[in-house]
């Protein structure tokens, strides 16, 4: 019988724990020592980072000449983040001209304010979202895994 | 890490499907050489457009590093595409 174990038979023995507390205390020790990401990931309610971003697609329709079509795309994470890191060396020109196509389209977005801390947050909470559109000829997935 | 493996797959006529496994670490061997040749006028090139060549060059690699596990498939009746970075 190892010292912990004795300390607590010796603190149920002196009425200081319950024997539910004990059994708690002992079940603790058998249990091995969990490293902090399997903790994380284990825990409910936290959901380990998503490494991947998937679309999936799929064309049911019955056209001439177009048959079944299947897309199926991953692209990594990493890879976004990369990519956010590499738009801040787009001259400021080039920027101006791709924000005013993007507001021609209804997009209000300034990518000289995308920043990577930024793009860490917008992972973080897309790793919830799933984009489902499904209708008789299509069927659409964007999601996060 | 960069990407070491490219396999690239395509239908034929005959409806077989065919990958190609290309061991890009080859390429990045073979194109070392050209890449520390051309190193010094790109980090002049680069000065000269007042970008910081070490932020710009340690993106690039990123962007290279991230590709790894990309995957692309499209497929319908006539044709079909894959392209798996590794």
């Keep these: 019988m190892n010292e912990e174990r004795r300390q607590i038979l010796e603190m ?12 708690r205390l ?11 990401s399997s903790a994380a990931s284990s825990e409910p309610g936290l959901k ?8 999936l697609v799929e064309d049911r329709s019955q056209r001439p000449g177009k048959g079944h079509t299947q897309v199926n795309v991953r692209v990594p994470m990493q890879l976004l983040r990369a990519g956010v890191r590499l738009a801040s060396f787009i001259p400021a020109q080039a920027q101006n001209r791709v924000n005013d196509a993007l507001r021609e389209q209804g997009i209000q977005l300034d990518l000289s304010q995308l920043k990577p801390e930024n793009l860490e947050e917008l992972v973080n909470q897309i790793s919830e979202l799933t984009v489902d559109v499904d209708d008789d ?8 895994e | 890490m960069i990407p070491l493996l490219v396999i690239l797959g395509f239908r034929k006529h005959n409806g077989r499907i ?5 061991p890009v670490f080859l390429v990045w061997l073979l194109l070392l050489p050209l890449v520390l040749v051309l190193l010094p006028f790109a980090f002049i090139a680069l000065v000269v457009m007042k970008l910081n060549p070490f932020r710009l060059f340690k993106a690039g690699w990123q962007v290279l590093s991230g590709l790894r596990g990309t995957r692309v498939e499209v497929e319908d ?10």
């Design chain 2, 18 to 22: 065919v990958r190609f496994w290309i």
């Design chain 1, 137 to 144: 000829d299509t069927k659409v997935r964007v999601f996060c």
């Design chain 1, 26 to 36: 002992l079940a603790a020790l058998d249990t091995p020592p969990a490293t902090a």
């Design chain 1, 12 to 23: 149920l023995s002196s009425g200081k724990i319950t024997t539910d507390e004990a059994e």
């Design chain 2, 77 to 86: 009746d006539n044709a079909f595409v894959l392209i798996r970075i590794l």
């Design chain 1, 48 to 55: 380990p980072n998503p490494k991947y971003l998937r679309v």
